[in-house]
Each structure stands twice: as C-alpha cells, then as structure tokens.
C-alpha cells in the first residue's frame, strides 16, 4: 500500500540527505576541520539532533493527550515510553544541560565517563564504551530485527498486526526503510571519521523521528472524530 508523502515529511528527508552528504564529503575533504566545525559539542550537528528529539516527545505525548480515552492503557504506555525514549535521548546529548549551566561533573563521572560528562552513553565499563554496546550495538540488532522481521510479519500476518498495533508500535513507510539502510550504508560502512557517530545521530534521528511521526500504520495514532 503506497501512501502520499507530505510536504514536512520531504522536507525532513531532504534536509537528512543534503546534510549528511555535506558531513560525508567533508569529512574526506579535510578530516580534521570536519571534526572541528560540523560535529563539535554543542554545534549544528548535535543541536539539531536536539531539536528534533524534542519535536519526538511532542508528538509522543500529544498522541497519548488525544487518544487518552480512544487506546487501551497498553498503547497509552507504550507510546508513553517512546516519548520518555526522546526525552532521555535529548538529555543525553546536551548531557544533561551541563555545559549550558556550567555544572561541574562528579567525581564517578570523572572516572568513568570518555569525556568526563554527565551523561550515560559515555561511561567505559570494563574498557568498552556503553555508546558503542548499548547505543551502537544494541541499536543496530534492533534496527536489524525491526526492518527484517518485524515489518515484513506485520504486512502478511494479521495477528502480528494486531499485538503490533496494541503496543503501539509506528511501522516505517517504504522510504523510511531504504533511508534506514542508506544511513547505515553511507555513514556506518563507507564513512572512516572516527565522529561517524554523530552523524549516525544527526541523520537517524530525523528518520526516526519520520517513522514515528509519519508511519505506514499512521491511521493506529489517529483520534476519532
């Protein structure tokens, strides 16, 4: 079933696709003005993640605002801790608001965090960085089981369609899909910056916040009347 893109929905894709080819070649370019300028702490790259994460909890709890007396408690929840979901991610990256209050980290965070920030995604446990077990990994397997099982069942299975709709999970459109596999292609296999990171961040973001927003299953988080 083929549903009409919108005009936001365009305009986000575009803006993913221009920016991240601006960061991919960039980086090649010149390596280190890349790293310096486009991904920095507090820059466009990390702000606009920001700002898109924040637009993510809007439309979690406006849809749990709307649909509080059309949805099950479950589907309430659920899109409850999507919501929480974006909050934590935007908190995470700002850690927490402490460079912008020029609070001072802990002393556990000292020790144990990659930069010595207030934040989790940071901390190096046993030589591993959580970023990159839970963030990274973790994200991806999930990403991986999403795409690959989860969105083919729910198109053929009408049972799996249902449990899915009843936890309120948004399906990714078509091209939801393939930016997915292009993100990963582009910036996670074909980009060698070691900030690839931050673009993954920057870009899946927006995607995601897209597939949330704007899914194939849209009429689920639609009220009545």
């Not at 994460?53 to 589907?75: D, E, Y």
């Not at 930016?179 to 690839?196: C, D, F, G, P, R």
């Amino acid at each position: 079933m083929l549903k009409k893109i919108s005009l936001i929905e365009k305009f986000a894709l575009a803006y993913v696709i221009i920016f991240t080819l601006i960061g991919f070649i960039w980086s090649y370019i010149d390596h280190d003005s890349f790293k310096l300028y486009y991904v920095m702490e507090d820059g466009f790259t990390e702000w606009s993640t920001v700002f898109v994460l924040i637009i993510g909890i809007f439309v979690c709890f406006r849809r749990v605002w709307l649909l509080k007396n059309q949805r099950a408690l479950l589907f309430l929840f659920m899109t409850s801790l999507l919501g929480l979901f974006f909050f934590f991610g935007a908190g995470e990256e700002i850690s927490w608001g402490q460079r912008l209050f020029n609070i001072e980290s802990s002393e556990f965070f000292h020790q144990n965090n990659a930069q010595g920030e207030t934040n989790l995604h940071n901390l190096v446990v046993n030589d591993t960085k959580l970023n990159k077990l839970i963030f990274g990994r973790g994200l991806g397997i999930l990403l991986f089981l999403y795409l690959v099982v989860l969105i083919p069942l729910y198109r053929r299975k009408d049972g799996v369609k249902l449990w899915v709709d009843k936890l309120a999970i948004p399906i990714a459109q078509n091209y939801q899909i393939v930016a997915y596999i292009a993100l990963l292609i582009v910036v996670q296999v074909l980009m060698a910056s070691s900030k690839k990171g931050e673009m993954l961040e920057f870009a899946g973001s927006i995607i995601f916040l897209l597939n949330v927003a704007y899914p194939y299953n849209k009429e689920n988080f639609m009220a009545k009347g």
